[in-house]
């Protein structure tokens, strides 16, 4: 595996090439004033300095909605597999933390195949930030910069040249064939001085302590007035949940097709914040208030999830539920650190 | 497919199941009895659940009713949700999707030995049935067995002809109750927690397990904890939405248990520190 530098000429016929090999290039392009990931139909539409894209790229690994099973109404079903080959390009590593997540989580104890089959398949670039966003607050959370998960780490240099760094096979396969020239100890140092840099810039929301303390300040905040209070403004209409990389509920459902003879069981995106989340048949609602709805969220970033994946806090800092949310009450790192005034004053 | 994926299956796909016997039970809940048509028995223990679904209306969790010691699968289903209607309109020889069996199971094995009081609230007994057959079948194994039995109304009173064999036996004890009173009812008259006291077991003692609306389990656990009853020796069996089976979508969390795979059956010292359970 090896290093290698772009100029941004030769970059652009490396993405063009990427685009060029069959296989659809999923990457952040510009739209209405922000940003979204989509399929890249031409090298010069990729924006390498876009600050955050609207919803994160766990929209390929895990779509809106997805056709589990086939069925003849009323008879047997049969497994359906559609994932075909991808490139996922400029994945930011704040969303890249939270698909290794999601494959811990959907690899571990029942095994996920649908999940996991995309996964296998799809080639992540990944992508060092430019432009930090108005509410990300990655660096507090460990999620700057990232090690792992990605097939080719992509970063931009103070000289605008692109460094090009292959962690698996799958990635120096694409680097081989591209024009490019071998990055020199001194480019290293530079990519170092950007991550130097977005270790401290990408931090509009500073969390008072460090992620790992979350599961325990948690331990005893259960019944803070915290949540009340901003839960009385909450629509409950799960943005939070819809923009975030790491939440991955979702819900099953039958459709069938205009013949009423054949149909698909799909699973689509839920939220927790959503009202009959936790409904049963019957009407019971087992977390019918509000504010255990929003709390239930925080809990979940902070203390559960991160038990059943080794104490990884899953929430990456992309800021993204702060931008969503029409109440301006999502924001973990304003909760968090509430509650740590309260435990020191306590 | 990918490499990785291989040798292993699918969470999400059914098996096939086809009804060899249906009856009524009441007004709205549904007995059937199922065959795979694998033509092996699931690998179930008493406490776990099933997700059953017909292909073009949807899939939800199921209580098992029976006990492995017995051949087939036993399920009991209440007309309530567009499944379950659809559930009921099922004749013998028709199909349901099965996957499973899921979850936690009663404590079988350290129950040995041991009195076994079951609390049962309405359809509580649905699940509590399938250890309290399988108790019957290896009768030797256990001590004295208790099970009250509450009821809404005397109309919806389940599984009338084997609570009657049961009455029958003397080696235990079963107390009905209903909420309300009825004509055609001189049995006692009052909310499952109202017989506790009639318990002749050595309740502190016994191992205790408790399924009912959500709304019960307060009482009963109130009413045992009054009874000097230790929490390790209550096993509560809660239902919630478990839409996937497999510990992943979500639904089903009470704080950081997923009812699913940690339940549905919980020792109830086990739910100390969660708050969202009872």
Not at chain 1, 9 to 31: D, H, N, T
Not at chain 2, 148 to 163: A, H, S, V
């Amino acid at each position: 595996m090896s290093a290698v530098k772009f100029t941004r000429k030769q970059f652009e016929s490396f993405v063009s090439a990427l685009i060029q090999s069959g296989r659809p290039v999923m990457a952040p392009q510009a739209k209405n004033g922000r940003y979204a990931f989509g399929p890249l139909a031409a090298a010069e539409e990729f924006r390498l300095d876009y600050d955050v894209t609207i919803l994160p790229p766990k929209k390929y690994l895990l779509p809106q909605t997805e056709t589990l099973l086939t069925y003849q109404v009323g008879g047997a079903c049969s497994s359906v597999r559609d994932a075909e080959p991808m490139i996922l390009l400029g994945v930011h590593p704040y969303d890249m933390v939270a698909i290794n997540q999601m494959d811990e989580l959907f690899r571990q104890d029942q095994y996920d195949k649908h999940y996991m089959d995309r996964r296998c398949r799809t080639t992540i670039i990944a992508l060092d930030v430019v432009t930090p966003s108005e509410n990300v607050f990655a660096a507090s959370m460990g999620t700057a910069t990232v090690k792992s998960g990605y097939d080719i780490l992509l970063t931009v240099l103070p000289d605008g040249s692109i460094l090009a760094d292959a962690a698996t096979d799958k990635g120096q396969e694409l680097l081989d064939p591209a024009e490019s020239t071998p990055a020199a100890e001194a480019d290293l140092k530079a990519r170092k001085t950007v991550w130097d840099k977005n270790e401290k810039a990408l931090n509009k929301h500073v969390l008072e302590c460090k992620p790992s303390y979350l599961p325990k300040l948690l331990e005893n905040a259960y019944d803070h007035p915290v949540w009340e209070e901003k839960a009385r403004l909450c629509y409950s209409c799960g943005s939070c949940n819809q923009v975030c990389p790491t939440c991955y509920c979702f819900d099953v459902q039958d459709q069938v097709s205009w013949d009423l003879k054949t149909g698909e069981r799909k699973r689509c995106w839920d939220g927790c914040l959503l009202e009959n989340f936790a409904t049963v048949a019957g009407n019971h609602n087992f977390r019918k208030d509000r504010a255990a709805r929003y709390r239930h969220r925080l809990y979940r970033k902070g203390k559960y999830v991160p038990g059943k994946i080794g104490g990884q806090i899953a929430c990456v800092g992309c800021g993204r539920c702060i931008t969503a949310c029409t109440a301006k009450i999502a924001n973990p790192v304003e909760v968090y650190n509430r509650l740590m005034e309260d435990t020191e004053l306590g | 497919m990918c490499e990785c994926c291989n040798g292993h299956k699918d969470i999400y796909l059914p098996e096939m199941a086809t009804i060899t016997k249906r009856r009524m039970l009441n007004g709205t809940e549904l007995y059937l009895h199922l065959e795979m048509d694998s033509g092996k028995d699931l690998d179930y223990r008493p406490g776990q659940f099933v997700e059953v679904s017909i292909a073009g209306i949807g899939e939800a969790p199921i209580s098992i009713s029976s006990s492995p010691t017995q051949k087939g699968l036993e399920l009991v289903v209440r007309n309530i949700g567009s499944l379950t209607k659809a559930i009921h309109k099922l004749q013998a020889g028709d199909k349901l999707g099965v996957r499973g069996p899921y979850g936690s199971t009663y404590p079988i094995e350290q129950a040995k030995g041991k009195d076994l009081v079951f609390i049962c609230g309405g359809i509580g007994l649905v699940p509590q049935r399938s250890f309290i057959r399988y108790a019957l079948d290896n009768r030797r194994d256990y001590g004295n067995i208790t099970i009250l039995i509450g009821t809404k109304c005397y109309t919806m009173r389940l599984f009338r002809e084997e609570i009657a064999l049961w009455q029958e036996r003397k080696d235990m004890t079963v107390l009905e109750t209903v909420d309300e009173a009825h004509d055609c009812w001189d049995g006692n008259v009052g909310v499952v927690t109202t017989l506790i006291p009639k318990i002749e077991s050595d309740l502190p003692k016994s191992l205790i397990s408790i399924c009912g609306p959500p709304i019960m389990y307060k009482f009963v656990l109130m009413a045992l904890a009054e009874a000097d009853v230790p929490e390790n020796n209550i096993f509560v069996n809660l239902e919630r939405r478990m839409k996937c089976g497999v510990g992943k979508c979500g639904h089903c969390q009470i704080n950081d248990k997923y009812v699913c795979q940690d339940g549905p059956v919980f020792r109830y010292s086990d739910l100390a520190l969660v708050p969202e359970a009872i």
